[in-house]
Structures are given as structure tokens and as C-alpha cells.
């Protein structure tokens, strides 16, 4: 009797510790990230709604992905973290950096420096009408990939998170196709090895992120400061969100949704509820394509990330 009493107390704790501990994303979960992580309560929050009429055009340059053609140094991790699959980047050796092996880096848009790939996850629903974390123009597509990089200038990810220019995270956006998209395949064929949380496997062989980026057009994106869109929701983020979709099938969309979060449930909704803009300025990069924005030219280096007037005024204000 006593023992069974026991139990049910060590049973009652156990399951006290997983909710202080750990965090998950029903909506009554998202509300409570705040508690153990303040910033995930701030004023620049991610992920965003994000509409091409209310997005402020600017010339910029684009965005520079350098050796994004190359094969990624091997060998590289997929885990099952409970709240996503994450993709680990093997750092090079200092011996084989005095060779000249880099990892791939970007600059160009709206960044001053250089900034270092880290890793790429994914966000997913349930269904096809859903999962993204951002939407565009009212839409939310069933996957985005977040593709982390640090600016240079910081030694680490942990030093980055304390900076406001820490990080720039590419996010790209899929949409379902009936067939015949292989763009993932290298991370979608092995998803079955690691369908159970915290598990990790090498992949066998390694790949490009160009491969997997194949035919997107990446002239035009959207830009806005936010943060990490999972606890500690550090405000360290430059987000470059691409407005082109990638394609995925709908029978690799099943092997993400086949994985098992930490409660043993099916890992699929995994992402964060729409944030509040609270002033920030949205801006897009001019292409060809959007011609009647021509005349408007604003240096990347003057512009303001937080607006101090209503969202209507701003395009004229940057009218010359
Ligand atoms: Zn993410």
C-alpha cells in the first residue's frame, strides 16, 4: 500500500518535471513558454504574418550563398528532438581550415557581415493545410525549413543568442506535389531510423544545400528583425523569408508526420502561434518583377527596422 502510494507520488512528479521542463506547442503550452523563457514574451517575436501589401519594397542586394554548391562536411547527423528533425553540420578542423575548407556562409540582403551555417530543421502539420510557422499572404504551406547561421563576429551559438545580430535564419516555404519531388530525399528516406524521440543517425551520405534548394528562386524574400521561434525565443534573429515555394510530395510529407515526439505521439504541428509585429517594419527586396517600385531607393544601412508611424505612411515616406 505504501509502496503503491509511492509510486503514484514519484509518477506525479515525474510527470510535474516533464511540463516544467520540457515545453510543447498545444496553445496552452505556447502560453507557459514565457514562464521559464521572458523573452518569449518580448516585442520582437517570431514567426510573423507576412503580406506582400504590407511589406515596405527596398533596394537591396541579394542574397550571397556562399558554397552552397559544395557537399556539406560528412559525416552529417539527423535527430528527433521531440519538437523537430534537426540536421547537425560537422564543424571542419582547424587543420582542414588551413587547407581552405569552409563551411557554407551567406551576406548580401540586409546583412553587414558574414554569417556561418549551423544547422537546418523543419516545421510541419498534420495536414497539408497547415504547419508552416510563417504565413504569406494568409497562406500557411505544410513545411518551412529554417536554415541557422551565425555572424561571424560571434564564436558560437551561445555567444550569438545574447546579440541582436546573432543569427539570420533563411526560411523557405513547400508547397504538396503529387510526385517527383526529391528535392529532401537525402533527409527524407532515412526519417523511419529515427521515427522515436531522441534518436540520432548519421546519414550515409552527405549532400549540397543547393541540391536540396534546386530551382528556387531566391531573388526575391521578405526581411524583418525577430527571434528564435522556440524557447529561449532569443530576439537574436535576422529572418530572410523567400517567397518562392519548394516542392515536397505528399509521401514524403507523411514521413515527417510518421515521427514520435517525447509523449510518444505523433510529431506533427510543431509550430509556434502568429506573433505580434508591435511596430516592426516588414520590407521586401526589389526584383525586375516588381518594376514600379523602381524609383524608391533607400540605403539598407539607414533603414529602420521599427517604424514610428502607421504602417500606410511608410511607403510614401520612402518615396523620393
Ligand atoms: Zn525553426
Not at 200 to 218: C, K, N, R, V
Amino acid at each position: 500500500m505504501r509502496s503503491a502510494a509511492l509510486t503514484t507520488v514519484i509518477a506525479i512528479l515525474a510527470v510535474n518535471v516533464s511540463l516544467v521542463l520540457g515545453w510543447g506547442y498545444r496553445a496552452s503550452d505556447q502560453r507557459r513558454w514565457a514562464v521559464l523563457h521572458p523573452a518569449c514574451g518580448g516585442r520582437q517575436q517570431s514567426p510573423i504574418a507576412i503580406a506582400a501589401r504590407q511589406a515596405i519594397p527596398i533596394s537591396i542586394p541579394a542574397m550571397e550563398l556562399i558554397g552552397y554548391q559544395n557537399p556539406l562536411p560528412g559525416p552529417l547527423t539527423i535527430t528527433n528532438n521531440g519538437h523537430s528533425v534537426a540536421l547537425t553540420i560537422p564543424k571542419y578542423s582547424s587543420e582542414e581550415e588551413k587547407k581552405g575548407f569552409r563551411l557554407p556562409y551567406i551576406f548580401g540582403g540586409p546583412l553587414d557581415n558574414e554569417y556561418e551555417i549551423e544547422g537546418l530543421h523543419f516545421h510541419w502539420g498534420d495536414k497539408n493545410n497547415r504547419g508552416s510557422e510563417h504565413t504569406l499572404n494568409d497562406m500557411r504551406l505544410p513545411l518551412e525549413m529554417h536554415i541557422i547561421h551565425r555572424n561571424k563576429k560571434y564564436r558560437n551559438l551561445a555567444e550569438a543568442l545574447q546579440h541582436p545580430d546573432g543569427l539570420c535564419v533563411l526560411a523557405f516555404f513547400y508547397q504538396v506535389v503529387e510526385f517527383d519531388a526529391k528535392l529532401l530525399t537525402p533527409i527524407v528516406k532515412n526519417l523511419s531510423a529515427i521515427e522515436n524521440y531522441n534518436t540520432s543517425m548519421q546519414l550515409p551520405h552527405t549532400f549540397s544545400l543547393s541540391s536540396i534548394l534546386s530551382g528556387l528562386d531566391t531573388e526575391r524574400f521578405y526581411t524583418y528583425k525577430g527571434s528564435l521561434t522556440t524557447p529561449p525565443c532569443a530576439e537574436a534573429v535576422t529572418w530572410v523569408v523567400f517567397s518562392d515555394y519548394l516542392p515536397i510530395s505528399v509521401f514524403q510529407m507523411d514521413n515527417f508526420r510518421g515521427l514520435l515526439s517525447n509523449l510518444n505521439l505523433p510529431l506533427v504541428d510543431n509550430f509556434r502561434q502568429l506573433q505580434p509585429l508591435f511596430g516592426r517594419r516588414i520590407f521586401v527586396r526589389i526584383t525586375s518583377k516588381n518594376p514600379k517600385f523602381k524609383k524608391t531607393k533607400l540605403h539598407y544601412s539607414k533603414w529602420d527596422w521599427v517604424g514610428h508611424k502607421k504602417a500606410e505612411n511608410d511607403v510614401a515616406e520612402f518615396d523620393e
